[in-house]
């Protein structure tokens, strides 16, 4: 979950942080988990899983099958063993959100920090704080990508420099958009193309994923990076507004134009989340 933590940790966090080391990971014990855990796992992978073949991205849903996870809440060590063959990245184990910079620290460094706890079955529909579902499921099938991997590390060493010079906002907002709720314009043939999700916050949600790719509610806006770098979001309740990739390595171009944006992105006047900015482009959901 891409909520910001600029200003330190949220105060009531569920996980064990007194056990993490000072950069913020810990030995993610499979033992610790019940059944109960991996059932919970099991239903939520079962209830996204069953959307994809119509709303997931083809790199999204070729991530996941190589991933193997769908038995129980999964190994880190044996997820990262396949992720590191496919693109050099592994998982750590933390016990929650971690503070802005360790975070950039571990993408940096090719490491995506996971969530060790699994939600209740209460919350099987929403949950605050993002856990090993929202981290694993939603998040690395597509770091098994190279293109999106090359981003999610670029994105890790700008975070050091925005953060330098108090420019977390307009990043936040590139992860939010293009990490958590990234959508993607996929051809069927030559003339047609639709729109699929490969976001983690839209993967990792029943309600979300149908929203992002079938409600006529939402804005479709074919991505642009000064817009997206100027783009405020709510952080609790579906988005009024997607972005739309024609291809991952258009987000890795991107990354390369931030450093000269940051400054003037920081300063700029922010465009609401359910506002229009100049220029926008809106996507349909079937081009034909
Ligand atoms: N910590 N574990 C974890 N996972 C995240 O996705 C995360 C984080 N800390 C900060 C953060 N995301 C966002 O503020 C990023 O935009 C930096
Ligand atoms: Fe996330």
Redesign the pocket.
Known sequence: ??????EGLPKTLRGNYAAARPDYTLPQEMADYTEADHATWRTLFARQSALLPRHGARAFRKGLARLDCGGGVPDFERASRRLREATGWSLVA?P?????GV??EHLAARRF?V?NWIRTPEELDYIVE?DVFH?FFGHVPALMHPDFARFMEAYGRM?ERALAIGALRP??RL??FMVEFGLVREGRSTAATEIRAYGAGIMSSHAELLHATTSDKPRRIRFDLWRVLRSEYFIDDLQPTYFVLDDYAALFAAAERVPALLDAARDAEPILPSGAGAGDVEVPLHEH
């Open positions: 979950m891409g909520t910001s933590t600029a933390v929650g959100l971690i503070p802005d975070f950039f920090p969530t993002p981290d975070g990043l936040a992860y939010w």
